[in-house]
């Protein structure tokens, strides 16, 4: 795993940068974040990797242009002190857009697999000038051999339909197509050991 670094409280603000990036055309994002996304999604971004680093959930590569949020089998939740911390982070970002995006949020939560022996990609993101070096395939491949070696699935959900080929390469299939009473569509995915 020498390709891959576990984030520090330091590495917060470029990652937040480079999640910002990742997503800044996601079809999601810009559906809940129509106007001065590029801010909006840092605020974001920020508040959770914050919340994710000091239980080692967050990764990236030597040079901080991929971030990876990694949940172990289990703790793919964030208890409901983190989510109330968050509440203000959550109200500047979304302004006017909080209940579809609260509404969102809360569909995925309740789509999101009970059984929990399962890893869990929330977010993985290249900044856009380190898009096609293969860095975030690293990155992945490096969390993925975690997963390999406990011998458990890895779940997601892609939020841009682009991404489907850059999963599939790594393992993953399509699950669902996820409709939902408004906005764009999304895909989850599972990496089980007769899909590789």
């Given amino acids: 795993m020498t390709d891959i670094v576990r984030a520090t409280a330091s590495d917060v603000p470029a990652l937040a940068t480079v999640l910002a990036s990742a997503y800044a055309e996601d079809p999601v994002w810009s559906w809940l974040m129509p106007h001065d996304r590029d801010r909006r999604l840092r605020l974001l971004f920020t508040a959770h990797l914050a919340q994710q680093v000091p239980a080692g959930r967050v990764w990236t590569d030597p040079d901080r242009t991929v971030a990876a949020v990694w949940a172990e089998p289990g703790q793919w939740k964030l208890p409901a002190s983190c989510l ?14 909080l209940p579809r995006t609260g509404m969102r949020l809360l569909a ?11 890893w869990y990609v929330e977010y993985i993101g290249t900044h856009a000038d380190a898009r096609g070096t293969g860095r975030g395939s690293q990155v992945l491949g490096g969390l993925l051999a975690q997963a390999d070696a406990d011998g458990r699935p890895v ?4 939020s841009n339909r682009r991404n489907l080929t850059f999963y599939e390469r790594h393992g993953f299939a399509v699950h669902e197509e996820m409709t939902f009473r408004s ?14």
């Fill in 84 to 97: 109330l911390r968050n509440a203000g982070t959550l109200l500047r970002a979304a302004r006017t857009q």
């Fill in 108 to 118: 995925l939560e309740h789509r999101h697999p009970a059984d929990p022996a399962h």
């Fill in 155 to 158: 779940f997601l959900e892609s």
């Fill in 183 to 196: 906005g764009p569509p999304m895909w989850s995915m599972w990496r089980r050991e007769n899909d590789r």
